[in-house]
C-alpha cells in the first residue's frame, strides 16, 4: 500500500541538486511532498494533482507522471536548512473515502 | 490561532494498560487522520476519517481504537492487544473529504509513546 521511494538516504554539499522518486502500484489522485526534522512534524512542500495542477512553494519543484503513478522532488542548489527526512503520501479514492499514504522518507544531509 | 494539537507530547505507560492520544484541530477540517512512526518506517496509516460518526482501518489499525464524535477531535486509543505499542504517533487534518485528496494535510506535533 505505501508508495516506494528512493533513494532511501542522499548526501549532498552545500550548492548540489538532488532528486528523490517516488512510485506507487495503485492510481492515484494526488502526491504531495512533506519534510520533517527530527522530532518535528512534517512540513507541507507541495502538492500535484491529477491534470497538472500544482500547489506549493515557489523554490521548490516537482512533476508527477499520471500514467506511471510515478513523481520526482527536484532540490536545487541546496542549502544547510534542507537537510531532514523526505516523505511522499499518495491520495487515492477508495469507497470507503479519500486516504492518504506515506512513503517510507528519503533521509537527506546538506553538509557545508 | 487556528492549527492541530497533539496532548500530551511525551506518554509513558505500563504494558497491557490501554491509552488515549489526544488530537484537537479548530481548522473546521474534515478529514483527519493518525499515523505512527518507527525509525525506518515512514508514516504507516493507523486510521482516517472523513465524516463525523465514521472512520476508516488504515495499514495498521490492529490493536488501535478511535472514535469521532466530534468534528474538531479525533482520539485514538493504544489497546493492550497492540504488541509493541512504543512509537510516534502524528495526527494529521486535511479539509477533506469529497474531493479527494487534493489539499495539504496539517500535522500536529506529536506523541511519543513509550510503553514499559
Known amino acids: 500500500q505505501q508508495p516506494v521511494q528512493s533513494p532511501q538516504a542522499v548526501i549532498l554539499r552545500e550548492g548540489e541538486d538532488a532528486v528523490i522518486n517516488c512510485s506507487s502500484s495503485?492510481?492515484?489522485?494526488?502526491v504531495h511532498w512533506y519534510r520533517q526534522k527530527h522530532g518535528e512534524a512534517p512540513v507541507f512542500l507541495m502538492i500535484?494533482?491529477?491534470?497538472?495542477e500544482q500547489k506549493g512553494h515557489e523554490k521548490i519543484s516537482a512533476s508527477f507522471n499520471e500514467k506511471k503513478q510515478q513523481s520526482s522532488l527536484y532540490l536545487t542548489a541546496s542549502q544547510l536548512s534542507y537537510s531532514g527526512t523526505y516523505f511522499c503520501?499518495?491520495?487515492?479514492?477508495?469507497?470507503?473515502?479519500?486516504?492518504?499514504?506515506f512513503g517510507e522518507g528519503t533521509q537527506l544531509t546538506v553538509n557545508p | 490561532d487556528g492549527g492541530i494539537t497533539q496532548s500530551p507530547k511525551y506518554l509513558f505507560r505500563k504494558e497491557g494498560q490501554n491509552v488515549t492520544l489526544s488530537c484537537e484541530q479548530n481548522?473546521?477540517?474534515?478529514?483527519m487522520y493518525w499515523y505512527r512512526q518507527d525509525p525506518g518506517q515512514g508514516l504507516r496509516l493507523i486510521y482516517y476519517?472523513?465524516?463525523?460518526?465514521?472512520?476508516q482501518k488504515g495499514d495498521i489499525a490492529e490493536g488501535y481504537s478511535v472514535s469521532r464524535e466530534k468534528k474538531e477531535s479525533f482520539p485514538l486509543t493504544v489497546t493492550s492487544a497492540q504488541k509493541n505499542p512504543t512509537a510516534f504517533y502524528l495526527c494529521?487534518?486535511?479539509?477533506?473529504?469529497?474531493?479527494?485528496?487534493?489539499?495539504?494535510?496539517?500535522f500536529g506535533q506529536g506523541t511519543r509513546l513509550t510503553v514499559v
Open positions: 503520501g499518495t491520495g487515492r479514492r477508495e469507497t470507503s473515502g479519500s486516504r492518504l499514504t
Open positions: 476519517s472523513q465524516i463525523v460518526n465514521d472512520f
Open positions: 500535484l494533482l491529477k491534470g497538472g
Open positions: 494529521a487534518s486535511s479539509i477533506g473529504a469529497r474531493g479527494g485528496m487534493n489539499t495539504e494535510a496539517f
Open positions: 481548522l473546521n477540517h474534515d478529514a
Open positions: 495503485k492510481a492515484l489522485y494526488s
